[in-house]
């Protein structure tokens, strides 16, 4: 673990600090990637104006993809790492706690009000690619960098492995703290190094791959907030990966309630099982409460129909739990995130 530096300016915790042009975020010196973690602290302070209040009583409802959820006591979406840094000191004075939201899938809100700070990181979206002289691709990527986007775009360079993650929503940021899964890799194994904040101290720190100890839909980061990673893939043949993408992307779209409100998965497949299937077999496909449904597309996904709530979604995961362990004798575990309001 090392520290990024950072900037010894100390703006006003009231104010998200925001820079002049998003593309400046990085440059290349002398042959290596320097994030823009970096460049913005050295950046003059006559280029970061400060344009932006953190905002209150903030819906999140519509800020998630299941579409549900209560209002933030506090909000904000800075664009640098001296954003965050400032956020974090916003909730120091007030000693709130902060809750970080990418792009809003694999999360279920509670309905009631949060007094917390929700620190969105989804203007930190920024991504480019260097090929290595192994042939290789190196990204550099924010965290609120959309995962879909990054994908397609190692596609093009002939990444077949990336090509697996087609369909799958959500942010870099996301894919990387829950190691998220295709049917052949999980994100995690791109990952050679990540730029994060503890949680805690508000300290800016550079955590390896194998520091960040990747598991099944999992990662040991805790109480650190990925803000950024540098990625590395296998280029190939470009036509190759397009296949794949486009074959897995229309397996997706048969199985899946991809255009439907959803979270994504609801559960973790158990070891040598597929939760999806326990459901179904469950007799589940279909089940309601309120407007949550069981798909009856995937059984692993529960859709908003209209006016889903919190307490309906939660209700309709335990019957699901139930169920599943009274006839199966399996336990089945969140794959999601639950905000309890």
């Given at each position: 673990m090392t520290a990024v530096p950072k900037s010894d300016h100390v703006p006003s915790p009231e104010l998200i600090i925001h820079p002049a042009e998003a593309s400046a975020r990085r440059q290349q010196v002398a042959g290596s990637l320097v994030s823009f973690y970096e460049y913005s602290s050295r950046k003059p302070r006559a280029e970061q104006p400060e344009t932006e209040v953190v905002l209150e009583n903030v819906s999140l409802a519509e800020r998630t993809t299941l579409r549900v959820g209560g209002p933030a006591r506090f909000f904000a979406e800075p664009e640098t790492s001296e954003g965050v840094a400032s956020a974090f000191r916003f909730a120091q004075t007030r000693s709130?706690?902060?809750?970080?939201?990418?792009?809003?899938?694999?999360?279920?809100?509670?309905?009631?009000?949060?007094?917390?700070?929700?620190?969105?990181?989804?203007?930190?979206?920024?991504?480019?690619?260097?090929?290595?002289?192994?042939?290789?691709?190196?990204?550099?990527?924010?965290?609120?960098?959309?995962?879909?986007?990054?994908?397609?775009?190692g596609v093009k360079l002939g990444s077949t492995e990336l090509a697996s993650f087609a369909g799958i929503p959500g942010t870099v940021g996301g894919a990387i703290r829950m190691n998220a899964g295709s049917p052949v890799t999980g994100f995690g194994k791109f990952v050679e190094s990540i730029v994060c904040v503890d949680r805690t101290t508000g300290e800016f720190l550079s955590i390896s791959h194998d520091d960040a100890g990747f598991g099944y839909r999992t990662s040991n980061?805790?109480?650190?907030?990925?803000?950024?990673?540098?990625?590395?893939?296998?280029?190939g043949s470009r036509d190759e990966a397009r296949e794949l993408y486009k074959d897995h992307l229309r397996r997706k779209s048969i199985a899946q309630p991809l255009t439907a409100k959803s979270a994504g998965c609801i559960f973790r497949n158990p070891e040598?099982?597929?939760?999806?299937?326990?459901?179904?077999?469950?007799?589940?496909?279909?089940?309601?409460?309120?407007?949550?449904?069981?798909?009856?597309?995937h059984a692993n996904f529960i859709i908003n129909r209209g006016g889903a709530t919190y307490e309906d979604v939660s209700a309709l995961i335990e019957e699901i739990r139930e169920v599943v362990s009274r006839l199966h004798g399996v336990n089945l575990s969140l794959e999601i995130q639950v905000w309890k309001s």
């Open positions: 709130i706690e902060i809750k970080v939201l990418g792009g809003g899938s694999n999360l279920l809100v509670g309905d009631g009000p949060h007094d917390a700070l929700v620190l969105s990181l989804r203007k930190m979206r920024d991504f480019h690619y260097l090929k290595s002289s192994e042939g290789k691709y190196l990204i550099s990527a924010d965290a609120g960098a959309s995962l879909p986007g990054v994908v397609a775009s980061l805790g109480s650190l907030i990925v803000l950024g990673a540098t990625l590395s893939i296998d280029g040598g099982a597929s939760a999806g299937k326990l459901v179904e077999a469950s007799g589940l496909k279909g089940r309601c409460r309120g407007g949550a449904e069981v798909s009856s597309k």
